[in-house]
């Protein structure tokens, strides 16, 4: 019997689609000792916050520095909170914690895993400075009701795009809504580096300012001495510059191949009992980080999956206040996000993935939950 395999992801088929671009620039940027700064690290910067609708660019060594340091400069330190989602890559919480504030989490709703204002309201308390917004998955979550009711409140707004490259709620794009926006290059993001990336997007020249600072050991921009505050290293490297600007002008593409891949699978599964596909907002362009559905029996699928031949993710297994690390921070229990914990599955999704293969992933879900699987593939 053969079993053709799914992977997760391929993203050595993205690098080998920018890497003739890439091999003379990086030849040269190592003979001449380009490794740190200069105009590569500029012109990938100005790219980005053009990209996102936004004035200023600052690239930092990853996402999570991205967080960090943009709360610092907005002014987050011990004895504020932030209110950030339940359901989200810890590093989001992370970065209130390491900033000397605690993070309070809000709930989500259950169709799309995005807060929302009543869950955000629910969660402000006196000590609240502002909200970090994930756009989790690629979805942006609802800027008008969110913003308006974080703006109402005096609050920060502040996003973490890290999974949504490119996304646009209405016609603006993510990164362009908060008082500044993060985002992480790591190489499975939407736009991923060859290794460590990250950014801050900002209208605010301050804002941009102190995060270049702290990112470069506080220096005040433009100077070499003279440490006005204790900072950190954290730099885009001009390598990564370069293989940025080069993907960047394959991203457009890139995200309508994923939306194309989640298009098939909404076609092929939307209709299918024991699992249920998340809601897209109609003003949202999802970039499709991830194509998430919700199953009773993930576990189960899970593993008759990884039989066939089919990778498949978890994201993520437990709310982020139900990790042992945010423990401390843990108020009340939060209904959806935990629910959804225990049923979300992430299917195979990239943007050189052929219509075969998605095909392959349908066709082998519905029959799994519809126990029609052939003999000995099954699990009881
Ligand atoms: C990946 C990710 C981050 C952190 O990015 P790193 O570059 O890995 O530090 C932050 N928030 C979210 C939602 C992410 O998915």
Redo the contacts with the bound molecule.
Sequence with gaps: MTVTTVPFTDLGAMADEVWPDLAGPIATAVSTADFIGGSAVERFEEEWARYCGVAHGVGV???????HLTLRALGVGPGDEVVVPAS?????A??VVLAGASPRFADVDPRTLLMTPDSVEAAITPRTQGVIV???YGQPADMDELGRAVRRRGLFLLE????AHGARWGDRPVGSFGDAA?F???PS?NLGAFG???AVVTGDANIARRVRSLGDHGRPVGAHHGHLVVGTTSRLDSLQARVLSAKLRRLPAWTEARRQVAARYQEGLGDLPGLELLDVHPSAHHVY?LFVVRVPKRDRLRAELALQGVQTGIHYPLACHQEFAFSPFASDRLPDAEAAASEVLSLPLYPHMAPAQVDRVIDLIRSILTERVGAGASIH
């Design positions: 060594a990853n996402g999570t520095d991205a967080l989200t890559f810890v590093a989001t992370e970065a994930v756009h989790l973490d795009a890290a999974q993060c992480s290059f790591y993001k460590d990336g990250g980080h």
